[in-house]
Nanobody, 124 residues
Framework: QVHLVESGGGLVQAGGSLRLSCAAF????????MGWFRQAPGKEREFVAA????????YYADSVKGRFTISRDNAKNMGYLQMDSLKPEDAADYYC?????????????????WGQGTQVTVSS
């Protein structure tokens, strides 16, 4: 079992940066692929980024490609999402999640554990 806790959200101006962190409690983290999803008010949850267990494979939504970077430190049981050049449309609650798959997925239903989310607000 894995317990996930996100942090690092906040208010930032458009064009600015934030780094989200995901602390994982449970040894299974280092055997699980991980992903980041987001959900804006009134909208469905959407995929943002995913990374394999080894970190060799990453996937990004087209809307964040080139601006966001997913990473992980298995030794520290930590996952990260570096968000640069933020836009107002990036504002949402961001969630990290893990899956028993070795390679990340863009589908939320393939993830087993989810954090409680951290809010990102981007002012224009």
């Amino acid at each position: 079992q894995v317990h996930l806790v996100e942090s690092g959200g906040g208010l930032v101006q458009a064009g600015g940066s934030l780094r989200l962190s995901c602390a994982a409690f449970g040894r299974a983290f280092r055997r699980n692929a991980m992903g980041w999803f987001r959900q804006a008010p009134g909208k469905e949850r959407e995929f943002v980024a995913a990374m394999s267990v080894s970190g060799d494979n990453t996937y990004y939504a087209d809307s964040v490609k080139g601006r966001f970077t997913i990473s992980r430190d298995n030794a520290k049981n930590m996952g990260y999402l570096q968000m640069d050049s933020l836009k107002p449309e990036d504002a949402a609650d961001y969630y990290c999640a893990t899956t028993s798959r070795r390679v990340g997925s863009t589908h939320g239903y393939e993830y087993d554990y989810w954090g409680q989310g951290t809010q990102v607000t981007v002012s224009s």
